[in-house]
C-alpha cells in the first residue's frame, strides 16, 4: 500500500509538472544575426534523455533575447578583450598567439572537442588547460588564472570560433576512464541536501525548482554570461554553484573532478551545437 | 536553536525537550512512518508554515505547490502540491516523510530533512554536524502540515 500510493505521489508530480506553465523546453528558434543554430539534438544512442536541449530554450524570453544579437551580447566585451590579448606579445618569447596561431579563425572546432586528450600531459586538458600550456611552454608567460578575465576573454574568443558547429568529444582512448569517472560523480547523490547533478537535471529537467526552470544542464555555451554573476564566467565556476547548491563542498574550478565532469558533460550534449559566448540568468 | 523564544517559560520547555530529543540515528521507522515525536514537545504550526517557505530552513517550497500560501512567490513543481496531505496522510506518516522521505519513497528527489549528517557524501563545510531541520522544527513542519485539510 505503501508502495502504490509512493507511486501514485510520483505519478502525480509528473502529471502537475507537465500541467503546469513552464514544463519543458519552449518553442523558441535561436537566430543570431541572420543565421540559426539548433538548440536541440536528437540523443546519442544509450543516452539517458529522449531528446537533447540546449538551456537556451529554458530561459526568458529576456535572456532568450540578449544572446540573439552580437551586439546586445553583454559576452562579447570578453571576446573584444579576447581579441586584444590574441596579438598582444608576452613572455620571454616575445610573441603572441597570433604569431604561431595566424588568426584566430584557424582554431574553429576546437571548442566542439573539449576536454581533448594530450599526449605531452598523459590527461585531458580544458580549453583553459590547454591555453595555459601554450603560454607556459610557448610564450614562456606567466600562466592565467583559471576566472581571471583574460583566460575568460581567450575561451569564449576560441569558443566563438566554433558557434554553430556540434559538439563532438573524442573518448577514445585514455578518455574513457575520465568520462567514466564524471558519470560516477554526476549520479552521486552528495551534500546535506543529497541531490546528484541527475537529480536536478535528469529527473526533473523541465520543471521549476523554486524560481528555476531547470534544464538539463548542458555545457555548449560556456563559457557564458550570467545576468546573476554580472559577467562571464566558467562552466567550473557554474560547477561549483550547483555543488553548493546540494550544500556539498565543491571541488575546485581546473580539479580533476570538474575535468571529468567536463568530459561526461560533452558526452551527454553530443549533438548540440556550441553556442559560445551564451547568456543565461 | 529555539533561541527566537524570548518567554522564560517556553524556554525551559525548549530546553528540557532536547535532553530527551531523539538523535536522527535512534529514530524509528514502521512502514515509512514515526510514531513517536522527536522531542515530545507539541509542534507549533505558525513556526512550521514559516519553516516551509524560508529558503534557508525547509524551502519545501523549492518543490512543493501550497496554495495555503500563495502570498509567497515562487512555488516549485518537483514533488505533488501539499494542498490536503494531511488527507491523505496521518501526523506519522508526515513526520516519517519529513525525517526521511527515502524510508517511504525510494529513491525521492525529496531530501531527508533530519538524517544523521555523517550519512552525506561530500557535506558542504558550513553544514557539517548539522540535520536540514532540527527535531524541533520537524515537529514544527509536522503540526503545519497537519492543518492542510481540504
Known amino acids: 500500500m505503501r508502495l502504490a500510493l509512493g507511486a501514485l505521489a510520483a505519478l502525480a508530480a509528473v502529471t502537475i509538472g507537465a500541467a503546469g506553465a513552464h514544463a519543458g523546453p519552449d518553442e523558441d528558434k535561436l537566430v543570431v544575426d541572420g543565421v540559426e543554430i539548433a538548440t536541440e539534438a536528437p540523443a546519442p544512442e544509450g543516452h539517458p534523455l529522449d531528446k ?13 533575447a540578449l544572446q540573439m544579437d552580437d551586439f546586445e551580447n553583454p559576452a562579447m566585451v570578453a571576446v573584444e578583450y579576447g581579441i586584444e590579448l590574441w596579438g598582444k ?17 584557424e582554431l574553429a572546432g576546437l571548442r566542439a572537442v573539449m576536454p581533448k586528450w594530450s599526449e605531452a600531459a598523459g590527461r585531458p586538458l580544458t580549453m583553459e588547460q590547454w591555453i595555459n600550456w601554450s603560454i607556459e611552454t610557448h610564450q614562456e608567460a606567466e600562466p592565467w588564472k583559471w576566472e581571471s578575465q583574460e583566460m575568460l576573454g581567450m575561451t569564449a574568443l576560441i569558443g566563438l570560433q566554433s558557434r554553430g558547429m556540434p ?29 546528484a547533478c541527475a537529480t536536478c537535471h535528469e529527473a526533473n529537467t523541465g520543471y521549476m525548482l523554486r524560481a528555476d526552470h531547470l534544464s538539463q544542464g548542458q555545457s555548449n555555451g560556456f563559457p557564458t554570461y550570467r545576468l546573476k554573476w554580472q559577467n562571464i564566467g566558467s562552466l567550473h565556476r557554474r560547477l561549483e554553484g550547483c555543488v553548493k547548491d546540494a550544500r556539498a563542498e565543491p571541488w575546485k574550478p581546473g ?17 548540440l551545437m556550441i553556442e559560445t559566448p551564451s547568456v543565461r540568468q | 536553536m529555539r533561541a527566537r523564544l524570548t518567554a522564560i517559560a517556553i524556554i525551559g520547555a525548549a530546553a528540557a525537550a532536547n535532553a530527551s530529543e531523539i538523535a536522527p540515528l535512534a529514530v524509528s521507522f514502521t512502514d515509512g512512518a514515526v510514531a ?9 504550526p505558525a513556526e512550521g508554515r514559516k519553516a516551509v517557505f524560508t529558503r534557508s530552513m525547509g524551502n519545501c517550497l523549492a518543490c512543493h505547490q501550497n496554495s495555503e500560501m500563495e502570498e509567497q512567490p515562487f512555488h516549485g513543481e518537483i514533488g505533488p502540491p501539499l494542498d490536503g496531505v494531511a488527507d491523505r496522510w496521518t501526523v506519522e506518516e508526515l513526520r516519517g516523510i519529513i525525517v526521511n522521505a527515502k524510508m517511504m519513497f525510494e529513491g525521492t528527489a525529496m531530501p531527508a530533512f533530519y538524517r544523521d549528517p555523517s550519512e552525506a557524501i561530500r557535506i558542504g563545510a558550513q553544514y557539517e554536524g548539522k540535520t536540514i531541520l532540527t527535531a524541533q522544527q520537524v515537529e514544527d513542519v509536522v503540526a503545519y502540515l497537519a492543518t492542510l485539510k481540504e
Open chain 1, 89 to 105: 606579445p608576452a613572455g620571454a618569447s616575445g610573441k603572441s598567439c597570433a604569431d604561431c596561431h595566424g588568426d584566430v579563425s
Open chain 1, 167 to 195: 559538439v563532438a568529444p573524442d573518448m577514445s582512448g585514455g578518455m574513457a576512464e575520465w568520462q567514466e569517472r564524471g558519470k560516477e560523480i554526476y549520479y552521486t547523490r552528495m551534500g546535506q541536501l543529497d541531490f
Open chain 2, 36 to 44: 513517536e515525536s522527536l522531542t515530545g514537545v507539541a509542534g507549533d
Open chain 1, 255 to 271: 580539479s580533476d573532478e570538474f575535468v571529468a565532469l567536463e568530459a561526461y558533460l560533452a558526452t551527454r550534449g553530443a549533438g
Open chain 1, 52 to 64: 537533447l536541449y540546449s538551456g537556451w530554450r529554458f530561459r526568458t524570453d529576456e535572456t532568450q
